[in-house]
Every structure is written in C-alpha cells, then in structure tokens.
C-alpha cells in the first residue's frame, strides 16, 4: 500500500479482504460483544466501522488515526494530554472555536495561550522553541493563510499539532514535514455531504495514538457507528470531489477578483475555500442573502456552495467585516458565477 498514490488509498484502503469478505466495510451498530473475542466494549475498543475509517484515513497521512465524534473532540483530547499550566501557541486567524475552547482553559487557569499571527514565520519560530503545544492551522480559517510547518516543526520543543481540514492529505502531509499530530473535521471534506458530525486525529508515533485513544475513552468522545461509516463512503469519493472543487475554485477566484465589487481575494493556490472581501458587513450580508444556487449556511467541504460573512460570529471579531467565506460545490462552475455576479452589487 505504500506505493500506492493518495487517490488509490482512499479508495482502497481500510477494506475487508478474503474470499467471502464484503467489498464494503459493513456498518457494525453496536456497542457490546460476546465475550472471548478481540473486541469486549465499543467505547474502549471500537468498532469495525471505526477501524476501517481510521486505517484509511491513517494510510493517507501516514501515521495512525484515532477517530472522534467531531473536531473539535480532537482538540479536547490534545489537550486532555497536556500537563496544568502548558503554554500553547495558536494563530489569531484560525478557528474561532479553537480559539475558544483554547481561552477557556486559560481562563480557567489550566493554559497559558500566546496568540500569534498565521504569516509571521520568525514569531512562530521564536515562540515554538519554548511552548508545549504548537497549534497550526493551514490554510487558516477564514483568512486562508498558509503557514510554514516545517520551519516552525524544525524549531518547536514541543508538541506540533496540524489542522489539515482545508488542506486533507490529498494536498499537505504535516506528519512528513514535522508535525507530531494531524487533526481533521472530518465533517467537512472527508464526509462532504454535510450529513455527519466527526472528528479524526492521526499521530506519527502509535504510543501517541495510544494516549489519543485513552483521552477519547476517558471522556467517550466515541464516533456513532453510523458517522464512521457516512465518512468512510465520502472519504472514497474524496479525490474526485476535491479536484473538481479546486478547479472550479481557482477559476471563481480569479473572477471574483476581477469584479468592481471585490475589494480583495484571499485563495491559497489550492484547495476549493476562497474568501472575498466586499466594502463593508452590510454588503456582504446583503451578497450572502441574494444567493440563489448558493447557500448561506455556516459549514464548509460538502458537494454543495457555501458562503458566510465570518466576522457576525463571537470570536471573529478582528476577521475583516465584509469577508466573505466560500465554500465552493460542485456545481457547475458557469452556473455559480452567474450566481455571484447576480449577487453582488454593481
């Protein structure tokens, strides 16, 4: 399997084999086993729905994977392994409920948290040379900021951690540029319906792994059998939906900046996120009502386009207030910027 391409792993991994075998990993729905076997109690053990998604989603990064019953479980559990009184460094831009979760702990004294900015690569450096916990997210949410993983990876004391949603593995492998952990939503792109709730992360030591596994039992942040299997079946169709996403992506982006309306487009080079910027929070309101084919709703990585001003929601406060987050479908790319050209002004 090592040899084989991205797009051939997630089609092929994390499969039963043998004569008689189903070609499916079947949906196991339950939480108890006979005694005498390799599994006794799914909370502690897992199931084989789980087991087969965390293999695949392991051959994809490179490491060993532990699924969640969402993201932001993942950050709970990295946490959960960190001593009172970590100091953990995390960019400004990056998901608000990281950020969150992250100042609550500090709140309650259990954290200090250093904020810093996503592209000051010589803070970072600076900063990861004494912090216990490195915090990357990349590209950023929702500024879409790439950061240097492997300059800051090269100079951290302690533990780096990627969120690798935007990206997958299809586009950045953090384990092979110096990351410890890989953290997924896996609600996002790996599912892309917007029909489950998941989390994934994946470790490049097992013993790592291990103590992800623990955390997760501890606080049984365990996946439904159901969400385990949803994301498995996307995870197939991965490769193709990203690519077709990413064209279309690049080609909007373009357009978009282009347009008189458009202040300014933030699009990394790759993936299907865009964020525009437009005058002000009424404009950019007034675009995300106009939509027609588009939908403004609040999540990211499914078949169908997203948009969202970020800056209405807590947390996103210093996010520039008419930026536009645009989760581009697969719709077909004429149709959508007809959309957007209806919906933004003139």
């Not at 110096?178 to 709730?197: E, M, N, P, Q, R």
């Not at 990585?301 to 406060?317: D, K, P, T």
Request: hydrophobic content about 45%; proline content about 6%.
């Amino acid at each position: 399997m090592d040899d084989w391409t991205p797009r051939t792993k997630a089609i092929a991994a994390g499969r039963p084999h043998g004569p008689g075998e189903p070609l499916n990993t079947p949906l196991v729905a339950t939480s108890t086993y006979e005694a005498g076997g390799d599994f006794a109690y799914a909370r502690g053990d897992g199931t084989p729905t789980w087991l087969a998604l965390e293999e695949a989603v392991g051959a994809l990064e490179g490491g060993y994977a532990t699924a969640f019953a969402s993201g932001v479980a993942t950050l709970s559990a990295v946490l959960d392994l960190l001593p009172v009184g970590s100091r953990v460094v995390v960019p400004t831009f990056s998901y608000a409920v990281t950020r969150g979760v992250l100042a609550h702990a500090q709140k309650l004294g259990k954290l200090a948290v250093t904020e810093l900015e996503p592209a000051d690569t010589d803070a970072w450096v600076a900063e990861a040379a004494t912090a216990d916990l490195v915090w990357i997210e990349s590209p950023t949410n929702p500024t879409l900021d790439v950061m240097a993983i492997e300059t800051i990876a090269a100079a951290a004391r302690g533990r780096v951690v990627v969120d690798n949603t935007f990206a997958t593995p299809l586009q950045q492998r953090p384990l092979e540029l110096g990351a410890d952990v890989v953290v997924h939503s896996a609600t996002k792109l790996i599912g892309g319906h917007s029909d489950l709730l998941l989390g994934i992360t994946v470790a490049k030591d097992p013993e790592v792994a291990a103590e992800l596994k623990g955390a997760r039992t501890r606080v049984g942040s365990t996946p439904g059998a159901l969400e385990a299997w949803l994301a498995l079946r996307g995870l197939r169709t991965m490769p193709v939906r990203l690519a077709e996403q990413s064209c279309t992506a690049a080609l909007l982006a373009e357009r978009l900046a282009g347009h008189p309306a458009v202040h300014r487009v933030r699009y990394p080079g790759f993936g299907m996120m865009v964020a525009f910027e437009l005058a002000d929070a009424e404009t950019a309101d007034a675009f995300c009502a106009a939509v027609r084919l588009i939908r403004s709703a609040t999540s990211l990585g499914g078949v169908e386009s997203l948009v969202e001003r970020r800056a209405w929601l807590a947390g996103e406060e210093r996010v520039p207030p008419g930026l536009v987050r645009f989760s581009v479908g697969l719709e077909d790319p004429e149709d959508l910027w007809r959309d957007l050209r209806f919906a933004l002004p003139e």
